[in-house]
């Protein structure tokens, strides 16, 4: 992990098995709901259920400071914890929490290489004891909006203000319009294509088998040589902000892209919106 630009917000799970019991660290497992962390989990670790806890599903959006706070407080989080953060799916949802907390200024957050997925391949022994946790009373700075990209920061590309790299890193059948979403996903949109300008990278390209990411070669071949700048300003893109955040990590913290952005509304907003470009074509994804 050390030729990766920032190889701090990576720890292995051997790191994990050493250190996830030391006093200023807080183990967490997120996932779409809580069922794996039900049958088992890091010892230690706290479950966070994206559905419920990382989104506000009244305004569609994510968290506000207050909800944040509330859930670092419940989580036994203070702003000096270092959070390890792990989950299914390769990290997705480990990889939407970290920018979530990196979008409230949180100092110390990592992702284990590989997440549960790696975990359970070495054999590494899992618990169903909820750990009992000391709340705390969690203070955050107000947001860093550097981290995330609206609808309008796309349209800036589209009309020549904004010389971004959009990446969508959906599956190529969603890219092409194929389908509009992965079968049985439950969150949509009324048309099936992608945003114009758009490369595709499917997330999943960045990943080893193990869940591991990439080396930091593999990972600028992958995405340097579809276009994308060597440090250049770029927008991620999915359906629903998660695989996206896995991108959006490679791209910030692996590969140095320090105004990579998450565009979290992604093709569920885009492929709703009235008055926004799509195109269905060929794909054109990293191979």
Same mark, same amino acid.
């Given at each position: 992990?050390?030729?990766?630009?920032?190889?701090?917000?990576?720890?292995?799970?051997?790191?994990?098995?050493?250190?996830?019991?030391?006093?200023?660290?807080?183990?967490?497992?997120?996932?779409?709901?809580?069922?794996?962390?039900?049958?088992?989990?890091?010892?230690?670790?706290?479950?966070?259920?994206?559905?419920?806890?990382?989104?506000?599903?009244?305004?569609?959006?994510?968290?506000?400071?207050?909800?944040?706070?509330?859930?670092?407080?419940?989580?036994?989080?203070?702003?000096?914890?270092?959070?390890?953060?792990?989950?299914?799916?390769?990290?997705?949802?480990?990889?939407?929490?970290?920018?979530?907390?990196?979008?409230?200024?949180?100092?110390?957050?990592?992702?284990?290489?590989?997440?549960?997925?790696?975990?359970?391949?070495?054999?590494?022994?899992?618990?169903?004891?909820?750990?009992?946790?000391?709340?705390?009373?969690?203070?955050?700075?107000?947001?860093?909006?550097?981290?995330?990209?609206?609808?309008?920061?796309?349209?800036?590309?589209?009309?020549?203000?904004?010389?971004?790299?959009?990446?969508?890193?959906?599956?190529?059948?969603?890219?092409?319009?194929?389908?509009?979403?992965?079968?049985?996903?439950?969150?949509?949109?009324?048309?099936?294509?992608?945003?114009?300008?758009?490369?595709?990278?499917?997330?999943?390209? @960045?990943? !080893?088998? $193990? +869940?591991?990411?990439?080396?930091?070669?593999? *990972?600028?071949?992958?995405?340097?040589? /579809?276009? %994308? #700048?060597?440090?250049?300003?770029?927008?991620?893109?999915?359906?629903?902000?998660?695989?996206?955040?896995?991108?959006?990590?490679?791209?910030?913290?692996?590969?140095?892209?320090?105004? @990579?952005? !998450?565009? $979290? +509304?992604?093709?569920?907003?885009?492929?709703? *919106?009235?008055?926004?470009?799509?195109? /269905?074509? %060929? #794909?054109?994804?990293?191979?």
């Amino acid at each position: 992990m050390g030729d990766y630009v920032h190889p701090e917000v990576l720890v292995s799970t051997n790191w994990v098995a050493e250190h996830g019991r030391d006093a200023n660290v807080r183990l967490v497992e997120v996932d779409v709901d809580t069922s794996a962390y039900d049958q088992g989990h890091v010892s230690g670790a706290v479950g966070w259920n994206w559905q419920t806890q990382l989104q506000d599903g009244v305004r569609r959006d994510i968290l506000d400071k207050a909800q944040f706070e509330a859930l670092m407080g419940r989580s036994g989080i203070t702003p000096e914890t270092t959070v390890i953060l792990y989950g299914d799916n390769n990290n997705w949802f480990a990889a939407y929490a970290f920018w979530m907390m990196k979008y409230f200024r949180h100092s110390d957050v990592r992702l284990m290489n590989g997440g549960r997925k790696l975990w359970l391949k070495e054999g590494r022994p899992l618990s169903q004891e909820v750990p009992s946790v000391r709340a705390t009373s969690y203070k955050s700075p107000e947001p860093d909006a550097s981290v995330r990209a609206f609808r309008e920061n796309v349209f800036s590309v589209l009309d020549g203000r904004s010389s971004s790299s959009l990446v969508d890193v959906r599956s190529v059948d969603e890219y092409t319009g194929k389908v509009i979403a992965p079968p049985g996903m439950s969150e949509t949109a009324q048309r099936a294509g992608h945003i114009p300008k758009a490369i595709n990278v499917p997330w999943s390209m @960045a990943a !080893n088998e $193990d +869940g591991t990411f990439k080396s930091v070669e593999e *990972l600028k071949k992958l995405y340097h040589d /579809k276009g %994308v #700048a060597p440090g250049g300003d770029v927008i991620a893109y999915c359906r629903i902000g998660e695989r996206s955040s896995h991108t959006w990590f490679v791209l910030k913290y692996l590969l140095g892209h320090e105004t @990579a952005r !998450n565009y $979290d +509304g992604s093709w569920t907003e885009w492929g709703n *919106l009235i008055g926004a470009p799509i195109e /269905k074509s %060929v #794909a054109t994804s990293a191979s």
